[in-house]
């Protein structure tokens, strides 16, 4: 891997379709790395930059989508070509460099650096820069503990082990605004969602540890937010009391209903997600259904039942 950086004259960094600030920020470090080789970059956020990211220094440099030619495509925090956002082809003959911390990655790349132990893409990116021998400046180390903000909800999931403790001091260490970072994260939520999260937690459900809301198109359109725009509220959700999992499910414009389920150690959402054609990690995944509404609350309500039922037995056998 760390050869392969080093050789790139040409480099495409991305990150996954609907990016978040794991994804985009650590495409900026590692792109901002590189170019310390001397190397072109061109960093693409797949659709744009969503508003909960516009506050990271530097992001008007990120371009929607590649242009030219290049010699290295590197993919961060990205767990599949499919979850890529760019046109087949769009990197054709380029090596693929896959960097990503999610349980279901499909190791597509040519190289792999994948580690789902890891909190946040911005720690191994935070590696790799410190193994090239660079010294984060105050920006890129607010890059990178936003990315790991981003990830651990301000270090506070269950994904936020000592090493990540230890990132987000050396981090600070290196010159990164916490203060920035933390206002970035918690403070963007817009009234809109506001409004969206009032309707829908009015009509919030709850069986036996499972917890879930949904948001139907008109949800969206009376609360005059862009589709897919939740403000992270299946994070809320699972803040309540005596949830397991929380899961939410977003109906879309083309008819496709997308899932957003969290958890608690012990139950893996990451392997419900897979059976429905998604992934992510074991605490926070997702999935896409080509259903409607009610008949994908039926199957992934059922299925995350299964999943608590067989992790409480096991609790008890063990
Ligand atoms: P979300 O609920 O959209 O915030 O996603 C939670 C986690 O699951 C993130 O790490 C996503 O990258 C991952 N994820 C969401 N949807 C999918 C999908 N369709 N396929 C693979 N991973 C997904
Ligand atoms: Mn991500
Ligand atoms: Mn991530």
Redesign the pocket.
Known sequence: MLTALRRTRRALVTT?K?P?VDGISSALALGWGLKRFGAEVQVVSPGGVPHEAAFLPGVESLVPSPSGRFDTAIFV?C??M??AGLEPGAVAGAIRLNIDH?E?NALYGDVNYVRPSMAASAQLVLRLLMALGLAVNPQVATWLLAGLYG?TQGLRTASTDLRALRDATALVEAGADAAVVARGIFGSLLHGQLRLWGRVLAGVEECNGITWATIDRAAWAEAGVPEGEDG?L?NFLLGTQGTAVAA?FQESSDGRV?????SNPGVDV?AV?ARF?????RQ?????LEMSLEEARGAVIASLKRALHESRRGVTAG
Do not use: M, N, Q, Y
Not at 258 to 262: E, G, K, N, Q
Not at 277 to 281: E, R
């Open positions: 996954h609907h978040d925090d767990p599949s499919e979850r999610h279901t990830d992270g299946a939410l997308r899932v957003s389920l969290r990451a997600a054609g998604g992934g992510g990690h926070a995944a997702g999935c896409t």
